[in-house]
């Protein structure tokens, strides 16, 4: 886990703190969803459509380009796949992954934005032709908080319509949306049987007590081989991922030369969030808003020290940095 002790002495290292978060968050789903192999679990195991049977996973190109806007990429990361399809023809993955806890209700508009942005690169770079039509583009966001995903999916059910003669004129969009929740735990551990390697990741940062995380970790060790190329780098993936979460994992060889996953679970959602972490954040918050306001209301004070939801704390911390009122900060912490 990121020792944040050492960066969180003034305002600005705790935006170096938040950023290399961000970082973690960005790097490490990259380089999972460049896999092939994840591609192909993800699509097959989580997206109902008849499209990916047509798709050669075989020939799957990666874009190194990121489109979403500057001030959005501590909220999300995104990644575009070019997708080979049967008979020569080709279409576009867009993949956005939205980490921040709380449910952005813009998100069709922006996944919009992002995707027009897209197809202006690929002209200007002469990958796709004007003089053609344009290839798809299939837009998909992977939900990875906790709350339950209450925001639309359609850009129309976002913009008013009180004249009917209007309507020819919104924009007809929508994006797929898949969340961790998107399928039972128990659906999770028979797709996990079956070798699909996407539902096993889920499985495991679906687990709520050390219970689930430990029959999660039995049920991937069966279906992967830690010891192949990709199963090494599927645990490093997973070790950076879950260090994060405050989940530690070490490999171990059994008889027989099978290696196999043990956790070190330091805290895991509703069993690990000590009160001396929710403390730590507290004050973090605190020292931010102290330096940016010289003196809190005793109010504020005490408002923050009832928060009690480590996802909540963080997010009262990335929205504190641009607080300009003691006002807004009572706003944020309220929501």
Not at 50 to 76: G, P
Not at 258 to 263: A, H, I, N, Q, Y
Request: net charge neutral.
């Amino acid at each position: 886990m990121i020792k944040q002790k050492q960066y969180l002495l003034s305002g600005t290292k705790i935006w170096y703190y938040i950023t290399m978060e961000h970082h973690l968050y960005d790097k490490t789903l990259k380089e999972l969803f460049s896999r092939p192999e994840i591609v192909r679990d993800f699509l097959k195991g989580f997206v109902d459509s008849d499209f990916i049977n047509d798709i050669d996973f075989t020939r799957i190109e990666k874009k190194n380009t990121s489109y979403i806007a500057k001030t959005f990429k501590n909220k999300y990361t995104d990644l575009a796949l070019k997708l080979n399809m049967t008979g020569g023809k080709c279409a576009y993955l867009y993949l956005i992954i939205e980490f921040q806890s709380t449910v952005d209700k813009l998100m069709p508009l922006r996944i919009l934005s992002y995707m027009l942005s897209m197809y202006d690169d690929l002209i200007k770079q002469k990958e796709i032709s004007i003089d053609e039509p344009l290839p798809p583009v299939f837009p998909v966001v992977l939900y990875t908080g906790t709350q339950t995903y209450n925001a639309h999916t359609k850009l129309e059910d976002l913009i008013a319509m009180p004249y009917k003669r209007l309507q020819r004129y919104v924009p007809n969009f929508e994006h797929y949306l898949v969340t961790l929740q998107s399928k039972p735990r128990e659906e999770l551990k028979r797709m996990t049987a079956l070798d699909n390697l996407i539902a096993g990741l889920f499985y495991f940062l679906t687990a709520r007590t050390k219970e689930e995380l430990k029959e999660a970790e039995q049920v991937v060790s069966d279906r992967i081989d830690y010891a192949s190329e990709f199963g090494r780098f599927y645990v490093i993936w997973l070790r950076k991922y879950l260090e994060h979460k405050g989940i530690k994992i070490k490999t171990h060889v059994k008889e027989g030369g099978k290696v196999m996953l043990e956790t070190l679970v330091a805290d895991i959602r509703t069993e690990g969030k000590t009160e001396g972490k929710f403390e730590g954040k507290q004050e973090d918050i605190l020292k931010l808003l102290r330096k940016k306001f010289k003196e809190l209301p005793q109010s504020v004070e005490d408002k923050i020290k009832d928060v009690h939801s480590v996802e909540k704390l963080e997010e009262i911390l990335l929205a504190t940095l641009d607080v300009t009122s003691i006002e807004e900060v009572e706003k944020i912490i309220n929501q």
